[in-house]
């Protein structure tokens, strides 16, 4: 539903270079996702909550990622509403999960990082959300001090509304 009780949408026509038949932007709870330039096998939009926005003054990104590339259906986009309607909630459960997740040995976690994990605050920030048609999600944390991140941040990925997994993003992901 968008913020006046109308269900999540999608409108207007095609730019250049992108599929004429997916709509040019769709609209999910408040914010539009505007189409943007992809392989011809996905459709991607993307678009950012309006607040809070982060310390470098921009807004939270949010992408919904449909393949192969079709007009989202209206299931979809009832998903991407719940994620973004309860994004803040999520991160929370993203930032609980990492917690806990990240003191696992595979990790390779230094003991100064560790100890960052019993900080009030973790060293993860500036989080951006991607929603793909198969309710399958992710919030990548863009920031952290932790080497695991370097250079592309930190992933948790979602089934639903819980979190499944979390991995750095190194250069080959």
């Not at 982060?54 to 994620?83: Q, W």
């Not at 909630?89 to 993203?94: E, G, K, P, Y």
């Amino acid at each position: 539903m968008s913020d006046n009780g109308a269900p999540p949408s999608s409108s207007g026509a095609a730019g250049p270079g992108v599929d004429a038949r997916l709509p040019a932007a769709v609209h999910i709870a408040g914010v539009v996702l505007t189409r943007m330039e992809s392989p011809p096998s996905l459709a991607c939009w993307t678009g950012y909550l309006p607040e809070p926005a982060d310390a470098a003054g921009t807004g939270t990104g949010v992408s919904l990622v449909i393949e192969p590339a079709t007009p989202p259906d209206e299931a979809t986009l009832r998903f991407a509403h719940d994620v973004v309607s309860r994004f803040d909630v999520l991160v929370d459960q993203a930032l609980v999960y990492c917690r806990t997740r990240l003191r696992e040995s595979h990790f390779e976690l230094t003991p100064e990082e560790l100890g960052w994990l019993d900080l009030p605050e973790l060293p993860l920030a500036v989080p951006e959300a991607t929603v793909w048609a198969d309710r399958n999600w992710a919030i990548r944390f863009t920031e952290s001090r932790l080497r695991l991140a370097d250079p592309h941040g930190i992933l948790v990925t979602f089934n639903g509304t819980q979190p499944v997994d979390v991995q750095g993003l190194d250069e080959e992901q």
